[in-house]
């Protein structure tokens, strides 16, 4: 266990260590029982986090809100458009003097080949955390979160497990590659036998697959990137069908969507959990596109834990706040 993570970023989780992990996943879940039990647990009484929003969110916004005021803390909720950001406020200024006000500045900056390099500005010029709600190329709450879920259905040591990390259809918007590229990083460093599984066009990023697969040199797991929408369910302990942006190919999104057009037979439907393990789970981040991405009858459904993943949103992040914004 690490117990000084006090001024730690999170960035991506790909620089903690699995000992800081289990250090989150060991808090997250005190802190959920504390929750369950009406137990108070003020840690960061009189803190403040920034919260600066470039793009909408549901479950994000949310959680960290709900998260601070129940550590004893307030959140302050800044959307970029407010603010004086496109009248010149630079990612230095940004972090200097949310810095000073704040003892955390958390962001949301999906755009491509932007995101995550103001998110790295910011970090550099800050005297406090900055804690990554979502760049261009991770999402790691999200993927804490999920792998707190994926813990309390199969249990903490995870080797041999097979997740399939798949594109799937959406007709809404080009969605963030974040979420796969965080996945991949995250679940080979458990030993787990990862599957990637998309179209040609829907490719990541080759130096996030370079160090997946190095994750999984090292942990004695295993990562595979095939292009077989079915081919990807079959013996899967974990599936998670979700759709992300041909950004690699195109960054023009008519085009994108005549890529798009072609696979739509790639939704995540009762035939297709059939190929699955019978136990398997099924994941999604959410939003989801209903009857397009996944059909109602599995995400509604008893292999289903999309709920659980969104709870847990709160949790790990909670833990993470606790740890590296306490005095
Ligand atoms: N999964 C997720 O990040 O949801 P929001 O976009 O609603 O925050």
Known sequence: MQTDLRGRDMITEQEWTMDELDTVFDVAWDLKRKRALGEPHALLRDKVLA??????????????????????G???????RTTQISHGDTAKEIGEILGRYNDGIAIRHCDFGEGNKYLREVAAASRVPVLNMQCDVYHPFQILA???TIMEKFGRNLKGRKINVSWAYAASYQKPISVPQSLILLMTRFGMNVTLTHPPEYKLMP????????????SGGSFEIIHDFNEGFKDADIVYP????????????????????KYTDWICDARRMK??????????????DRNIEVADE??????????????????VQKAVMALTMRS
């Not at 549901?58 to 709900?66: G, V």
């Not at 130096?207 to 090292?218: G, H, S």
């Not at 019978?278 to 999604?284: G, K, N, S």
Request: net charge negative.
């Open 51 to 72: 919260l600066l929003f470039f793009i909408s969110s549901t479950r994000t916004r949310a959680s960290f809100e709900a998260g601070m005021a129940q550590l004893g």
């Open 74 to 80: 307030h959140a302050q909720f800044i959307e970029s």
């Open 146 to 148: 999920d792998a707190m």
């Open 207 to 218: 130096d996030i697959l370079a160090q997946a697969q190095e994750n999984a040199k090292r």
């Open 242 to 261: 979700k759709s992300w942006g041909a950004l690699l190919t195109t960054t023009d999104d008519a085009e994108s969507a005549r890529i798009g057009k």
């Open 275 to 288: 190929m699955a393990k019978e136990h398997a789970i099924y994941m999604h981040c959410l939003p989801a």
């Open 298 to 315: 599995v995400i509604d459904g008893p292999q289903s834990v999309v709920y659980d993943e969104a709870e847990n949103r709160l949790h």
